[in-house]
């Protein structure tokens, strides 16, 4: 199989302010420019700014990603925002499952799942968010813990809508600890989930979703990680927020995808 470019996503979650995001938005496009045709990139900033970045971006090749939406097509949802609503302003992604919507806003895998399916039906690519805690990656759980947050997302949807999907595997513990999991043990989950798939899907449908791995990535671990196969990317919550180490990972990502092409 060729290698596929690596993808690597910005996750801004709740931080900065509108002059910031631009300024950053700004940067990483001028050092995405060089490296464009060896990396595919995300950033998914705060719903309000996502215009203004989406300007700031312009036509750097990095695409927009929104945090979050909501599960509900329209309607009365106070402060919720709508798949629909997202691909009105030039959104393209979207996480859903993110361990802090799961930890902090009850997210079940029953919502996740029907998040995923709204947001595939109005044409949105999928950033897939799964993980274990570290309680139950202690407990030997880690794989049965991804594995039922994978097909639980998953129910439903059809081989088709693969080509939409991407994985991103980020226990826990490791998420803005400075924790990063060892590339070995990425590694490993990461071929679980390839496997989970396969399984549920076929080899061939699978074979479209990008796994990325999350959690504490920083620009002095990315190389070693980006050193596995099975790792397609990353998605970076704090270091997406300084323009040089998002660069860096960027670069780090360029250079893994020409390695892998020899
Ligand atoms: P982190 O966040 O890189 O700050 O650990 C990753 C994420 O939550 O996506």
Redesign the pocket.
Known sequence: MHPRRLLIGG?WKMNGDLAGGVELAEAVAAAFEPIRTNVDAVIFPPFPYLQSVARALGHSGIELGAQDCSAKPNGARTGEVSASMLVDLGVQHVIIG?SERRQFHHETDRLVCEKVHVAMENGLKVMLCVGETWEERSAGRAVEVVQKQLRGALEGLQGDRLAALTVAY?PVW???TGKSATPKDAAEAHEAIRRDLEHLYDRSSSAAVRILY????NAANAPSLFAHLEIEGA?????SLKGADFASILGSAATAFKGRRG
Not at 214 to 217: E, L, P
Not at 235 to 239: D, F, N, Q, W
């Open positions: 996750n993110h980020e490791a998420i803005g999350g959690g504490s990535v998605l970076v919550g704090g270091a």
